[in-house]
């Protein structure tokens, strides 16, 4: 085994390791009324109708949002919608007041599709990639990538599926991690006639990070680790930097 693979193979490890660490979930967050009553409608909006009224110092849970309405449900299990306003007004056990983002931010921390586009610098040559990816839960992302690299004496098509994870998708600029397995395939120009194809499997370890910059765009930067599987005794490495855009829905 090649020494760049030991270390190609040390790396995802290390990675790998990261993500094996339990992180938490988002719980249902209790908070405490303060206002002397708290009003609950029946459905996310001022039209429906009001059929209960939470006491002040009452606890509540808040279950989910839907653009300035939250779902709730009270000690006494009983379950309606309040304002943005008035969940706003209540404290946490601690007494810090609540505040929520705006609901722009929050189609993008609940978004299940991306489509994006990047190009960078291959091992010196230019790359461009296309990526589409489904996201599976609040960390892990999987994505489907097609790279074109334009050489001065070949031309090279990867084609990738990857794992995603971005345990820290509450950062402003959050960063990722990526471990990943596919094609590679390398076409020589006609000048160097000796050469042949290559057709083989590759796999990718990588890191990057991204940020939301507004409606339905985010910008993404990666830097990847390629390992070309040519034979047991002979593997090529190649390193991979890119800079793009995607939106989500």
């Known amino acids: 085994m090649s020494a760049r693979m030991r270390q190609f193979i040390s790396l ?15 719980a249902a967050e209790a908070v405490v009324v303060r206002d002397a009553y708290m009003d609950l409608h029946s459905g996310p909006g001022r039209g429906y ?22 779902k709730v449900r009270t000690a006494k299990g009983i379950e309606g919608w309040a304002s943005r306003a008035a969940v706003e007004r209540t404290e946490t056990a601690a007494g810090v007041p609540q505040a929520f983002r705006d ?7 609940g978004r299940r599709f991306e489509f994006g586009f990047a190009s960078g610098d291959f091992d010196g040559d230019q ?21 074109q690299v334009s050489g001065t004496f ?10 995603v994870a971005s345990p820290f998708m509450d950062w ?18 006609q000048v160097l006639v000796d050469d042949k194809n290559v057709n083989e499997w590759a796999a990718n370890v990588g890191l990057g990070a991204r940020t939301y910059f507004g409606e339905r765009f985010l910008l993404r930067a990666d830097w990847r680790e390629y390992i070309v599987m040519i034979d047991d005794n002979n593997n090529q490495d190649f390193s991979e930097w890119t800079l793009g855009f995607a939106v989500f829905f």
């Open 12 to 26: 995802a490890g290390i990675v790998w390791l990261m993500l094996s660490v339990p992180l938490a979930g988002h």
């Open 49 to 70: 109708p009001i059929f209960h009224a939470v006491e002040r110092d009452e606890e509540i849970l808040v279950l989910k949002r839907r653009t300035d309405w939250f």
């Open 103 to 109: 609901p722009a931010r929050d189609d993008f921390d």
């Open 127 to 147: 790359v461009f990639t296309f990526r589409a990816g489904y996201r599976a839960n609040e960390i892990f992302t999987t994505e489907l990538t097609v790279s």
């Open 154 to 163: 070949s031309s090279t098509t990867l084609y990738h599926a990857n794992l």
């Open 172 to 189: 402003r600029v959050a960063p990722f991690f990526t471990l990943g397995w596919g094609r590679f395939e390398n076409e020589p120009k």
